[in-house]
């Protein structure tokens, strides 16, 4: 899979592509910082690239997606992939919905599988969390999240683990 991604970006100058890649929607932050090290990009440099392309499409989700969404629930072709979303926000919103922006910031932190700033946005502009209130906690979970990928994308934990060993 990684030949794949990396073949779509060939050409592009290393930090363009992780920048691209960042905006990605399931690859974001957390897949294109594990590839910054195989890009040759120094942490220092990839970090900030990545954060910035993750959190660019997030007011877009945040504001949009709805009215498309309930667009799309009364289409005859779209119906069911927007109900299917949907409902598939709505499931992973439980935490979210009890602890509103702190929960938010820890499901955009957290790096697992299903979670992150395109999803947290998704669930944002569903649950109707205002830009004002859910944009933040989201920047600041794609940093988190961001800071605990570089440790390990660049084999920082293993350096610590090593050194206090």
Request: aromatic content about 12%.
């Amino acid at each position: 899979m990684t030949e794949t991604i990396i073949s779509w970006f060939t050409g592009m100058n290393k930090e363009l592509a992780l920048f691209f890649m960042s905006m990605i929607p399931v690859l974001e932050l957390r897949g294109s910082l594990l590839l910054a090290p195989t890009f040759g990009v120094e942490w220092m440099r990839a970090l900030p690239i990545c954060i910035v392309g993750n959190i660019i499409p997030v007011p877009f989700i945040i504001l949009f997606l709805r009215p498309i969404l309930n667009y799309l629930q009364k289409t005859k072709y779209f119906s069911k992939f927007a109900n299917w979303l949907h409902n598939r926000s709505i499931e992973k919103a439980d935490k979210i919905i009890k602890y509103e922006v702190l929960g938010l910031f820890l499901f955009v932190a957290i790096p697992l599988p299903g979670t992150g700033a395109w999803t947290g946005a998704l669930i944002a502009s569903i649950l109707d969390i205002r830009l004002k209130k859910s944009l933040p906690a989201i920047i600041l979970g794609v940093i988190a999240a961001g800071l605990i990928m570089t440790l390990g994308s660049y084999g920082i934990f293993n350096a610590l683990i090593n050194l206090f060993a």
